[in-house]
């Protein structure tokens, strides 16, 4: 295995160029309404709680950074899902500079597409000595249908990271430096950071290959690349150590249920499904599959693969990516394949973990790789014109398999509407946004989360991966609001503002709602304020 060339700024600006056109045109509209609009779902407005939590928390309170404000009074309530702390700090400097709170959001969504291809360039570009090979490996790696299914989960867009990571891998082998066994280290921490999903599963398929690419090494080139893996390894832990607070909610919370498991792990059948919205073959598939479970990697990529790899004997890297696109398929099938089963009952760090068929990421990026050394099976022997001939209709046709129609966009506030600013004015005090309803889960919550961002007041509301035992239990006690046992619970809760919002409540029993909690139980009424959509009453409780 031998890693050519050296670092080409001019090329690498270009190849960025390249992306950052191709990513405006995949996703449009997305760049007209940059700064105002967003996919419609529940979890862009997770994302920008997480994003402005972490900056107001770096600016407020460094101390209790992962004590988020949501579900009062929990604590730690970051870690109920993934941090995002890379994602997070990359962003605080843009909060702090007053840009729009969805323009943060939407460049922070959009930047690790474009750097995820850039990425795959280069390790495919020093794998093989084509350009060509890395354009094509980066369509693939930045357009998959999956990237779509998952657009409004930023964490699941952030795979830059991991294209490095090997590129580290094989130069730390090759050259045996310390240097690059730290940066493949470095770039898995970085990984792990980003998004705990990938950075475990990073964490698993890259010692994969990197043990078999040591294989049959001479005595003293393998001891050099040990050692200098070791070192990477130590670092990688050492920026693990950030998320020490995930495993005191670990022990408390306990592993996902193997129920979970089953719901979101990938089928065989899943790698034949594309997304409904998919130009070419959305209609095809319009019925099959579900969300998490359409991971069709495009046929232009895998016939190019398989033509590279019957085409001409492949190098020994190649064969090692054709194993690791089968454990990572083989993973992906969560309890009905053979390797995750293995470590979930016995490596306890997996049991936290829920969609294994995000693991589809990581197929197409083995399968990208694949593309990149068929595509140099095939035009190795021909003219320059040939090659780029074949490079363009080539990425024509994979840009042609993973169009989507425009994406559907909604607009998000920037700016909070008029209840949310007097809260922010308020003394500090717990807020409680009624109605919450149990059924059907998250109800409007998500919502209230990202608002609270407007007044950081504490809230007993909230959304994440997991949800508090006290969450739910209050959910059922308030259900009757207003009677008895919800006044009982919210008091307990320590609750200062009680926030009604009428919109949620039939038309003709609104007004008997206020004066219940208004008369019945004496509580002052401090105002009526829109909330962005219509009245919201707020009463102090105490």
Known sequence: MKVIGRYDRRETLAVTLLFILLTVLMTWPQVRVLATHAREHQDVFFNLWRLKWIAHALDASPAHFFDGNIFYPEPRTLTLSDAMLVEGLIGAPLFWMGLPSVLVHNLLLLAPIVASAVGIFVLVRDLTGSRGA???????????????????HMELQWTLWTPWAFWAMHRTIETGRRRYGVLTGVFIGLQMLSSIYYGLFLATLLPLCGVLLLLGQPWAQLRRSIAAFAAGAVVTMAICTVYAPYLVTKDERGGRPESELVTFSARPSSYLVSTPDNVLWGKSFASRGRLERRLFPGLTAILIAMIGLLLRPPPRAALVYLVALAVAFDMSLGLSGHIYRFLYYYVPVYQGLRALARLGIFVAFFLAILAGYGYVAVARDLARPWRGAIVCALALLMLAEYRVRPLALIPYMNQPPPLYAWLKQQPRGVVAELPMRGEPLPGADPVYSYLSTFHWQPIVNGYSGFYP??????????????????????????????????????????????????????????????????????????
Not at 477 to 484: H, I, L, N, T, Y
Request: no cysteine.
């Open 134 to 152: 890395g354009v094509l490996a980066g369509i693939v790696f930045a357009f998959v249908p999956y990237r779509y299914e998952h657009y409004m």
């Open 469 to 542: 035992d006290s969450y739910l239990s209050r959910l059922d006690a308030v259900s009757g609001f207003p009677d008895e046992e919800s006044m009982r619970r919210l008091r307990m809760d320590g609750v200062r503002y009680i926030v009604i919002h009428l919109r949620e409540y039939p038309a003709e029993s609104r007004e008997s709602i206020v004066n219940v909690v208004r008369n019945g139980y004496g509580l002052a009424e401090l105002g009526r304020f829109s909330d962005g959509q219509d009245d919201a009453v707020v009463f102090a409780l105490r």
